[in-house]
């Protein structure tokens, strides 16, 4: 088994990394990039393929980008660092910060982040600030916040986020030989379709891929400000981690968007838990209900009559669906309970 080097390290000639910055890692990133069994023949893809960017330490791809932030918020001297977040992001702060010993504040809307984030924002030892209004307000917030104080604002605003995050292209580059035709992915804040597009580009200037892929973001359909070309007061949707009104990089996200001959489009909650459970039971992949955005938009883009079938698609699966198992348990049936009998179990088995 051949041991990878750690992020910062694999690819410091494209990142922020100088002599001072300090080479931490948790075993961020080098996610797997899985072969669709059976989607792709189902949707009608060439190649059809999934970058598990769950698998990634806090599960989710922020770890990419923050392990950037925070290693930069080290070696300037910063003694806290302070988020908003729809929840991943705070759970990635929350663990680098805790292996820098870093103080790490995270502003939340109060209720609406799924509860496997806020555990680990809890046991990873952040200071939790939880609003009584979204999360547009609270990036309002700790911008105006890091104004004022030494504090190291670790949203994707920051643009060592980005840098960190360009990384999982070049990870697809690096697995396929070239860049894929067409690149899906959720749409929230609009950082990680900017930190890919960036990574595309940047791997192409560099002689490591021959093409760029078409950017395909998907925003949810009640928080689809791009898409609708105006800021939404109150977004609204199932997936929560990409329920966004007033995207930080927007303007970068139609820029790849233009660039790559790409799209951005939205999908509704139905399109989404749809996609998150098809992904689970055909695929055997559980990511988070707003990772399905991506997976959605390939359906939607499909069934419009977009030709893929010798197309070679990567849909990125942004956080994995431990994250929040209230959306999984919506839609369980209730459990009957059953005699802890071999006969009875056996008449259920034979029900199939
Ligand atoms: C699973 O954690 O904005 O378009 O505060 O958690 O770069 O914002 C999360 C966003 C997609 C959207 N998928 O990415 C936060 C936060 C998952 C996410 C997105 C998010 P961006």
Redesign the pocket.
């Known amino acids: 088994m051949s041991k990878k080097q750690c992020l910062l390290v694999r690819y410091r000639d494209f990142l922020p990394v100088t002599p001072q910055t300090p080479i931490i890692t948790i075993g961020e990133g080098d996610t797997p990039l899985v072969r669709s069994q059976r989607l792709e023949r189902e949707i009608g893809c060439g190649e059809l393929y999934f970058k598990l960017e769950g698998c990634n330490p806090t599960g989710?791809f922020?770890d990419r980008g923050m392990v950037v932030a925070v290693a930069k918020a080290v070696e300037t001297k910063n003694s806290a660092i302070i988020c908003?977040?729809?929840?991943?992001?705070?759970a990635s702060a929350a663990a680098y910060g805790a292996v820098c010993g870093l103080t790490v504040f995270v502003v939340v809307p109060k209720g609406n982040i799924a509860l496997g984030k806020l555990a680990q924002a809890i046991v990873y030892g952040a200071k939790i600030i939880a609003i009584n209004d979204n999360?547009d307000k609270a990036l309002e917030l700790v911008r105006a916040l890091t104004q004022k104080h030494h504090i190291a604002l670790v949203n994707?605003l920051n643009p060592h986020r980005i840098e960190g995050q360009k990384t999982a292209a070049f990870e697809i580059v690096d697995a396929l030989g070239d860049a894929p035709d067409y690149l899906f992915i959720?749409?929230?804040?609009?950082?990680?379709?900017t930190a890919y597009w960036r990574g595309f580009v940047h791997y192409k200037q560099a002689g490591k891929a021959k093409s760029t892929p078409r950017m395909m973001g998907f925003e949810a359909e009640g928080s689809a400000a791009i898409v609708r070309g105006k800021v939404i007061p109150n977004p609204k949707t199932v997936a929560s981690?990409?329920r966004?009104g007033n995207?930080a990089s927007w303007e970068k996200a139609v820029a790849a968007r233009d660039e790559s001959g790409g799209v951005i489009d939205y999908v509704t909650d139905e399109e989404i838990l749809s996609a998150y459970k098809l992904l689970a039971v055909k695929e055997g992949i559980f990511g988070?209900p707003?990772?399905a955005a991506s997976v959605a938009g390939l359906i939607k883009k499909a069934k419009s009559g977009t030709d893929f079938s010798k197309k070679k698609v990567v849909c990125v699966i942004?956080?994995t669906g431990l994250k929040d198992p209230d959306t999984a348990l919506q839609s369980a049936h209730t459990l009957p309970e059953i005699p802890a009998d071999l006969e009875t179990i056996e008449k259920v088995i034979a029900q199939g």
């Open positions: 989710s922020k908003a977040s729809t929840g991943n992001t705070s999360f994707s959720p749409l929230g804040n609009a950082g990680n379709i981690a990409i966004i995207p988070e707003a990772s942004t956080g």
